[in-house]
């Protein structure tokens, strides 16, 4: 080998390096464990823990699970597992969660922590990224979020974390209904510095769980979902903040497609929406990071056929245009 040639192998190491992009979550295919458990863990008990599972943790009372090849306690190993059958969508494991009302307890809900590789830096946009696949053919949820600590959770005396607020979640209307294959979730996040940990589950009281293809007939007409979630391959990338995609059409008719007028701001400290009809009346505002419009008034009047004006105020720019609204 002449020295031309080792230089150039070394230049293009260098630039092949260069480009490698930093992946936040530790073991976020959940492969990296010492032991199997095999069966649902109990409550207060740490199945991540006791299994040696890098990165993961159980912050909460609450029993999430952990579905693995090779177990010592229990026979059930993927696909074969009690929830349902699942291949994992990578490797040989994955995790489970369940939100429900049905049990002794309300609102009980599981969630898993992982220990990021690195904290996340202050003003800088990530996609966070998991696959889920539901084990339930009805009275689906959608509200999966993500929310970020400083330090470690660590608290058995608390079954949920509906008290607190994620700081991203899965659109209302993306309902988790594959039970054979696998859903890729992706939200997007701007930091602040202070994340070291992350917990995903859903951070909702069930009066505010929306859920898709539930039974009403029991007379309340109140249905508190019931479902059970596969969790593979979670990850946090750093991204470019790019120019927000603005959808100019939108058929809010409940057919659970391009119901909702969507805009994603998350790539912006500040963000104002208003919606004016065509006589310059507001009837629609919004200050959060991602914009949904479901073509109501705020006050829950349903808006004509027609065109609407939006104008978005941030720190560094205005957006406005029109949306044409078809029912």
């Not at 009690?82 to 291949?87: A, E, K, T």
């Not at 959060?288 to 009047?301: D, E, F, M, Y």
């Amino acid at each position: 080998m002449n020295k031309p040639f080792i230089f150039f192998f070394f230049i293009v190491l260098f630039c092949c390096e260069a480009k490698t992009q930093t992946e936040y979550v530790t073991n976020g295919s959940f492969e990296q464990i010492d032991s199997c458990y095999g069966t649902y863990s109990s409550l207060s008990f740490d199945v991540f823990n006791w299994a040696g599972c890098k990165g993961w943790s159980n912050p909460i009372a609450s029993s999430s699970d952990l579905w693995c090849s090779n177990p010592k306690i229990a026979s059930f190993s993927p696909p074969n597992v009690l929830p349902g059958f699942q291949y994992p969508n990578t490797g040989n494991n994955y995790a489970g969660l369940l939100f429900t009302d049905k049990t002794q307890f309300s609102n009980y809900r599981e969630y898993i922590q992982n220990k990021l590789v690195m904290p996340l830096s202050n003003g800088k946009n990530y996609e966070i990224s998991f696959y889920v696949s539901s084990t339930v053919n009805e009275c689906n949820i959608s509200q999966i979020g993500v929310k970020f600590y400083n330090q470690k959770l660590d608290d058995l005396s608390r079954n949920n974390l509906v008290d607190e607020s994620a700081d991203v979640t899965n659109d209302s209307t993306n309902f988790i209904t594959d039970t054979l294959g696998w859903k890729k979730i992706a939200l997007y996040y701007k930091a602040d510095g202070t994340e070291n940990f992350m917990i995903i589950g859903c951070f909702l009281d069930s009066l505010e769980v929306i859920s898709f293809n539930c039974d009403t007939t029991n007379g309340s007409g109140l249905v508190y979902p019931t479902d059970y979630l596969f969790i593979d391959d979670v990850s946090i990338k750093e991204i470019e903040p790019t120019s927000p995609i603005i959808p100019n059409v939108f058929t809010p008719n409940n057919d659970l497609s391009n119901d909702v007028w969507q805009c994603d701001f998350s790539a912006f400290e500040n963000v104002n929406c208003s919606i004016f009809n065509r006589w310059g009346n507001l009837i629609f505002q919004s200050e959060k990071h991602i914009i949904q419009w479901n073509g109501r008034t705020t006050s829950g009047n349903e808006c004509y056929d027609g065109i609407y004006f939006y104008c978005i105020q941030t720190e560094t720019e205005k957006y406005k245009g029109y949306i044409q609204l078809i029912r």
